[in-house]
């Protein structure tokens, strides 16, 4: 039982120190976005949606490297530069921050959570694929129609549950299953996934209620 607690507590330093680590190599990227122009950051998105189907093939094939992981987060954080221009000219770069604080605390709290209650999340799977599905979906149709204020609020807190919810299922499933070590890199790079998407419905919900506020 000692072994297995040492091995568990190992496995998760290495997850939440990868994480530590790609979230400060996203910060860099971002912080360098300034300096790349807006088309090479357009076709930057492309390359990172193709990261994202190379990785799941080589989780596959359990070879994908914790230096895939900073590269991809890298990228990440050059895309994500115009979004956070944006958000903190709508916003105001102290709202912004808070955003992003509020982000971190629910994804600390859904982890710590997630990692010591003895309940299962794993039934949480299938419903959050489906929601997830849901909100590309509903995200693809904003393209063509736009949301209307309520319609952007449903959507926002849809996001922010269903990323929660992937936070809760993926440190539970660690917690209860374990994870081998050619799974490190995968579980890093889900949990980036998770605060990064969580942290966009966060200021896209700031964003409507601010918008709402200021009328």
Do not use: C
């Not at 509903?138 to 936070?167: H, K, N, R």
């Not at 994870?179 to 995968?186: C, G, I, N, R, T």
């Amino acid at each position: 039982m000692q072994s297995y607690a040492a091995s568990r507590n190992s496995i998760f330093s290495r997850v939440f120190f990868g994480l530590a680590m790609s979230l400060v190599t996203a910060f860099i990227g971002v912080y360098a976005g300034q300096y790349v122009p807006f088309p090479v950051l357009r076709l930057l998105q492309l390359v990172e949606l193709v990261l994202i189907f190379g990785a799941m093939f080589m989780q596959r094939r359990r070879r994908m490297g914790m230096t895939f992981v900073l590269v991809f987060t890298f990228i990440s954080g050059l895309t994500l530069y115009p979004t956070l221009v944006y958000y903190a000219g709508l916003l105001g770069a102290a709202t912004l921050l808070k955003g992003i604080a509020v982000s971190a605390v629910a994804f600390i709290v859904s982890a710590a959570v997630a990692s010591r209650t003895s309940f299962d999340f794993s039934f949480l799977g299938g419903f959050l694929f489906i929601g997830l599905i849901a909100v590309v979906l509903m995200g693809l149709v904003s393209l063509f129609i736009g949301f209307s204020t309520m319609a952007g609020l449903i959507y926002s807190l849809l996001g922010i549950a269903i990323f929660v919810g992937y936070v809760l299922f993926d440190v539970n499933r660690m917690a209860h299953y374990g994870l081998s070590e050619a799974m490190v890199p995968w579980m890093v790079l889900s949990l980036y996934l998770d605060f990064i998407n969580l942290l966009l419905f966060v200021l896209q919900l700031m964003g409507i209620l601010g918008g709402q506020s200021r009328r």
